[in-house]
């Protein structure tokens, strides 16, 4: 079963705009990753934060973090056509072993037009 | 790194048939985790591996899937007697070390077509 929530589903922007995805997960978590995937392609990791962190950069990308509301944003800024993709939150949770396992999200189809 | 690589890229077969997947992870990387997508949503887990250990199997996997990392290297996944709703992307992923926090690296998946 996925442990996070996208929202929205599908967001269609114009080229140079702005795109905001969130998260919302629903236990506790040591970090949360995010992932971009181009249409029947693997996964791509674009940035990780951790549980006692709140912000952070990676050139255009900036994800926040809240772990009271069990929730996190990523945010493109200036965005290009080619950010079109699906969006994925992972979280870090303990598995029944012991050790971490990461639980995807639903994925948020980002469109960005020219 | 030479990266994940999965292999065949894509398989069709008929209902029924046994097909296996193979997974080599980036060397040294001592997790690899296989996941399921189909189209719309987000990769589902399915097992993960600690070296040659199978740590933890999702309720997804039944009898007729099984994993196995032998030598804490490449992996396998077979699934037997396919049924049309194996049809999917089967998704291999890396990570180095047991702790958290580290990147994930993944493949590009194994398409799978059940006819």
């Known amino acids: 079963s996925q442990q996070g929530e996208e929202d929205p589903q599908a967001l269609s922007i114009q080229e140079g705009e702005n795109a905001t995805m969130n998260c919302s997960y629903k236990t506790s978590i040591n970090n949360l990753q995010w992932y971009r995937q181009n249409s029947g392609r693997g996964l791509v990791h674009l940035i990780l934060?951790?549980?006692?962190?709140r912000e952070k950069h990676s050139g255009r990308l900036r994800v926040t973090l809240d772990t009271s509301k069990k929730s996190s944003s990523l945010l493109i800024t200036a965005s290009r056509a080619a950010d079109t993709a699906s969006y994925f939150c992972?979280?870090?949770?303990?598995?029944?072993?012991?050790?971490?396992?990461?639980?995807f999200g639903t994925g948020t189809r980002l469109k960005v037009l020219a | 790194d030479t990266g994940v690589s999965q292999d065949p890229r894509h398989k069709i077969t008929k209902r029924g048939q046994n097909v296996t997947f193979r997974c080599d992870p980036i060397?040294?990387?001592?997790?690899l985790y296989w996941y399921r997508q189909t189209l719309g949503q987000g990769p589902e887990f399915l097992t993960y591996?600690?070296?040659?250990?199978?740590?933890?199997k999702s309720r997804l996997l039944s009898d007729r899937f099984s994993a196995e990392r032998p030598k804490g290297s490449f992996s396998t996944l077979e699934i037997q007697r396919t049924e049309q709703g194996d049809s999917a992307m089967y998704l291999c992923?890396?990570?180095?070390?047991?702790?958290?926090?580290?990147?994930?690296?993944f493949g590009e998946g194994s398409w799978l077509t059940v006819v």
């Open positions: 591996f600690q070296n040659e250990a199978q740590l933890e």
């Open positions: 992972a979280t870090a949770g303990l598995a029944t072993s012991g050790t971490y396992k990461y639980i």
């Open positions: 992923a890396s990570s180095k070390g047991v702790a958290s926090g580290n990147t994930i690296y």
């Open positions: 934060i951790r549980s006692n962190e």
């Open positions: 060397s040294e990387h001592n997790r």
